[in-house]
């Protein structure tokens, strides 16, 4: 049953790489790559999918031992920029790698191993794949549980348990939950890293200023 469940699934995933191929053409188009763990072939195209689509949004909490979510981070990916904020803190800019695979850039290693499908979920999102595998990120490495989208063939939750009690994030658990309504992957206003104008003396009449965009840049205000 778990072969066919698979083959199911690839299946799936190839034809959603057809139907939507403009928009993930960053993506291996279901290649595997060489040293990847075999059992994690399925989850590693939902990866590929996931990350190298053109715009998407999560968000990242931390599972406390309640049971409650409570919201960290929050990001943005469009096109070639990378937006993110920690705790309603003010937005941060990066450049977005064109290419997200399933091996760690830094060791070459996979980043999944022991991939094991845990059945059909039904998540909010709609009907969803479960499984669990290990993951590994520079010297990070936790529990993971997957859920992928039946429908898109890309990850819609996961919740990481980090070996060390706490790994990328700074709480032993995370819940990252995916959105890829277009709608709400909007840029966010990104304040300037500098000032456009230094005061030098604000007790001193009138005050001088450095304006770093002017072919002046000292005035008088």
Known sequence: MR?????????TLIQIATVHGAEDSRSSHLQA????????????????????????????????????????????????????????????????????????????LPVFTSCKELGNSQTEEGPAFHYSAYWHRYKWNAA????????????IKTISRYDQGAGEMPFPVAVQIMDYDRAHAMKPIVPDEYPTCWTLDLETSPAACIDLTSPTPITAH
């Not at 072969?3 to 299946?11: E, G, N």
């Not at 049971?67 to 469009?78: D, K, Q, V």
Request: with cysteine.
């Open 3 to 11: 072969v066919i469940a698979a083959s199911v699934f690839c299946l």
């Open 33 to 108: 790559f060489n040293g990847e763990d075999k059992s994690c072939y399925a989850v590693n195209r939902a990866y590929e999918n996931t990350h190298n689509s053109g715009r998407y949004s999560f968000t990242i909490s931390e599972l406390q031992e309640d049971g409650h979510l409570r919201p960290y981070m929050e990001a943005r990916a469009i096109d070639d920029v990378f937006y993110s904020r920690i705790e309603n803190g003010v937005w941060d800019e990066d450049r977005r790698l064109p290419i997200r695979t399933p091996l760690d850039a830094n060791s070459g």
């Open 144 to 155: 993971i549980d997957i859920w992928i989208s039946k429908t898109s063939g890309k990850f």
